[in-house]
Every structure is written in C-alpha cells, then in structure tokens.
C-alpha cells in the first residue's frame, strides 16, 4: 500500500517560514492536502489540491508538489500555528494519511 | 453551513459491534460528486482513514479494515451510519465523520466535532 513519510518534528521561531514536507512515491502525481489539528481540536483542511486554500486559510499557508515530495510552508509563523499537520493523498481507492508533523513554535 | 455531529456509545466490550451515527446538515448526500466518510485517531497516534460512501451509494473500505466495516446513508434522514464488528482494545480512538469533496482525488472538507470511543471490559 501507499504510503506517505513525514519528519515527526519541526521546530521553528515566530515570524520565520516552515516547512512541512511529505513523501511519497510519485507524489507529484497526486493531489495532495493538508491539515491542521490543534491540540484537542478536530483537524481543519488548510491545503487541498497540492497548492489551493479554502475560503478562511491565510495566505501564509502554501503549498507545492513535484516528484517524490509535497510541502507545506508556513510564512511569518504565529504562535496560533502550533499544531499537527497532516498530508493526505488518495489512491487506489483509498484515503491515506501520513504519520504527521508536530510544528512547535518557540 | 456544514455540520456534522457523531454519536454513538462511549464505552464498547470488546467483541462487541460499535455503531456509530454521523447526522449532518447544510448538504445533502444526493449532491453529485459528494461523499461523508469516517477518520479515526487512537489517542497519540496518526490520523487513520476507515470508510467513506458517496452520493451514488458506491462505497470504499480500508484494505486493513474492510472484512469489519459497514457504511451506509439515510438520505431522508441526513445520516451515515458505521458499523465495525468485534472490536477490540486497538479500536479505542477518536473517531472523526467528514464531509468530503473531489472527484476521486477525495478531501476532507468538513469535520464532525469528534466522538470518543474505548473499548474495554
């Protein structure tokens, strides 16, 4: 089965950029999205389609796909963005996550 | 607006079957291209995909789950109900109902507030 590799962990300063990455096997082929969840929260889709945001989502939230990996960037990082973030693609007529990033703001 | 709400026991045996009910509004599952699935989060771990059902009536499992799964609609009534058999201690999660949007390349556009679920004796 397909399977999507993410960094457990990514630390960063408030007002500098993350970067979030995603890997799989011809992911650049893929759609993949993205979400936030907040600790004890329900995830929120910030990503979806590789690069589009839903009505809401900051333009600071970006994304890219190409080849074997996707990323998520974060701009100007705020403390509110302390959360996990997981990437999602769809295949074989299944839903698949990664195993998640917890982002810390320090 | 969409809503979505989960309900369902609190608390299952294990061995026993766990049904839970997502009642959603501000949509309707006869809306082509549309599908209401269900997610699941054991406590500190990854985000897991169980089932999702699309406006047409065709389904979809998780390979690993699929011989224990069961999803269906009731469109008059603006449920989706999932139906997993013989649970065991594994099955103790959050479990999430989602509307989701994409042709074919499904997103999980909208979620249900969560339902907590342990199974234990």
Request: proline letters at 6%.
């Amino acid at each position: 089965s397909y399977v999507l590799t993410q960094p457990p962990s990514v630390s960063v300063a408030p007002g500098q950029t993350a970067s979030i990455t995603c890997g799989g096997s011809h992911i650049g082929s893929k759609s993949v999205h993205w979400y936030q969840q907040r600790p004890g929260q329900a995830p929120v889709l910030v990503i979806y389609n590789d690069a589009d945001r839903p009505s809401g989502i900051p333009e600071r939230f970006s994304g890219s796909n190409s080849g074997n990996m996707a990323t998520l960037t974060i701009s100007r990082v705020e403390a509110g963005d302390d959360a996990d973030y997981h990437c999602q693609v769809w295949d074989n007529r299944s839903v698949i996550f990664g195993g998640g990033t917890k982002l810390t703001v320090l | 607006q969409i809503t979505l709400k989960e309900s369902g026991p609190t608390l299952v045996r294990p061995t026993q079957t766990l049904t839970l009910t997502c009642t959603f509004s501000g949509f309707s599952l006869n809306t082509r291209g549309v599908s209401v699935g269900w997610i699941r989060q054991p406590p500190g771990k990854a985000l897991e995909w169980l089932a999702l059902i699309y406006w047409d009536d065709d389904k979809r499992y998780s390979p690993s789950l699929q011989s224990s799964l069961t999803i269906t609609k009731d469109t008059s009534k603006n449920q989706v109900v999932l139906i997993m058999t013989n649970v065991g201690p594994v099955d103790t999660a959050t479990y999430y109902c989602t509307h989701n949007s994409g042709f074919g390349e499904v997103f999980s556009d909208y979620w249900g507030q969560e339902a907590l679920v342990t199974v234990s004796s």
